[in-house]
């Protein structure tokens, strides 16, 4: 049971068992749980200083009741066991720094590379408690921002649709006529263009189906801005994608700084401050290209784990557990 994330459920049919009761019986007389070292303080931190390796993760997961979780994780492990460095209750940086700083100084030193998000507390956790290490901001947090700015002028257009069409109801009430919407050439209105385009916006337009490529063409010929903003949203995933040098990287990221100005667009602006802000470390990112993908996986595979437990009952056997497999 500690090699793998299995559930007492699933063991029933195999192995003709009560699961419940093997389950009992496995947390109170097979495992070491009662002895395990670290069970008195397991739901508030748990520590692993031997897998620190040169690359690490942090990222932070919903493990219980909403409860928050900051997870830092050895990406040389990929995803197996010593993959697992800390897990600390909460998000609060002061905290984690206090507890990160339980692992011995040689060993915090030998950090060579960080991978994060932009969250502020985040980079105060890495300054204070891996002074020496590059920190790297994750490309894929850069590139969701520009979704969501996207997103967001195509939501802002959808209200207005339908406004306007609700508008159009009321008139022909008025009127004592009956409402006909306009009907683009791919059966569409204009609210339903507006709704079905969200998934196309995510792909690169090579990737679209034959329906999207159709879809897509009516809906920057009645939407030129969304036509820009995903026109933005591309060259900033295909700075990523393709460039390979960091200098040269700087000078495309500096050119598309420029078109978001030239556009106008207000949420995009407020992407740019914030990248501004993390500037080196967006940057770093073409050292290595490494990302949050490993931690990113980390977290599904927690999920999944507890997803079979049909929920998390007692917080520390749960990562007693998880310790077990991914420490």
């Known amino acids: 049971m500690d090699n793998y994330p299995l559930s007492n459920k699933s063991l029933e049919k195999h192995y003709h068992i009560n699961g419940d009761q093997f389950g009992k019986q496995y947390k109170e007389h097979l495992s070491d749980f009662k002895e395990w070292d670290q069970k008195e303080h397991a739901d508030q931190w748990m520590l692993f200083p031997d897998n620190t390796g040169k690359h690490l993760s942090i990222d932070e997961t919903a493990l219980s009741n909403g409860e928050l979780y900051t997870i830092?994780?050895?990406?040389?492990?990929?995803?197996?066991?010593?993959?697992?460095?800390?897990?600390?209750?909460?998000?609060?940086?002061?905290?984690?720094?206090?507890?990160?700083?339980?692992?011995?100084?040689?060993?915090?030193?030998?950090?060579?590379?960080?991978?994060?998000d932009m969250a502020g507390s985040m980079n105060r956790i890495v300054k204070q408690s891996f002074p020496k290490a590059i920190k790297v901001i994750d490309r894929f947090h850069v590139q969701k921002l520009a979704y969501d700015a996207l997103q967001e002028l195509r939501i802002a257009h959808r209200w207005d649709a339908i406004d306007e069409e609700s508008?159009?109801?009321?008139?022909?009430?008025?009127?004592?006529?009956?409402?006909?919407?306009?009907?683009?050439?791919?059966?569409?209105?204009?609210k339903q263009l507006l709704a079905r385009s969200r998934y196309l916006l995510f792909k690169s337009a090579e990737k679209w189906t034959v329906k999207q490529q159709h879809r897509a063409r009516i809906l920057f010929a009645q939407?030129?801005?969304?036509?820009?903003?995903?026109?933005?949203?591309?060259?900033?995933?295909?700075?990523?994608?393709?460039?390979?040098?960091?200098?040269?990287?700087?000078?495309?990221?500096?050119?598309?700084?420029?078109?978001?100005?030239?556009?106008?667009?207000?949420?995009?602006?407020?992407?740019?401050?914030?990248?501004?802000?993390?500037?080196?470390?967006?940057?770093?990112?073409?050292?290595?290209?490494?990302?949050?993908?490993?931690?990113?996986?980390?977290?599904?595979?927690?999920?999944?784990?507890?997803?079979?437990?049909?929920?998390?009952?007692?917080?520390?056997?749960?990562?007693?557990?998880?310790?077990?497999?991914?420490?």
């Open 223 to 327: 939407y030129p801005d969304i036509k820009q903003a995903y026109s933005l949203t591309h060259s900033l995933r295909m700075i990523f994608t393709n460039t390979k040098d960091k200098g040269i990287a700087f000078t495309k990221l500096a050119q598309w700084y420029n078109k978001v100005e030239q556009a106008g667009f207000k949420s995009f602006r407020s992407i740019t401050n914030t990248m501004h802000d993390h500037y080196q470390g967006i940057l770093n990112y073409f050292n290595n290209r490494s990302t949050n993908a490993s931690a990113e996986s980390f977290n599904a595979k927690l999920k999944a784990f507890r997803a079979t437990l049909r929920g998390v009952r007692d917080i520390n056997f749960f990562l007693y557990r998880v310790a077990k497999i991914y420490a």
């Open 72 to 116: 830092i994780t050895n990406k040389a492990a990929k995803g197996k066991k010593g993959a697992l460095v800390a897990i600390i209750q909460g998000t609060s940086s002061e905290n984690i720094i206090s507890i990160l700083k339980k692992i011995p100084e040689s060993i915090r030193m030998t950090v060579q590379e960080i991978t994060l």
């Open 167 to 190: 508008e159009a109801i009321k008139e022909a009430r008025y009127r004592d006529e009956r409402y006909e919407p306009f009907i683009f050439d791919n059966g569409d209105t204009k």
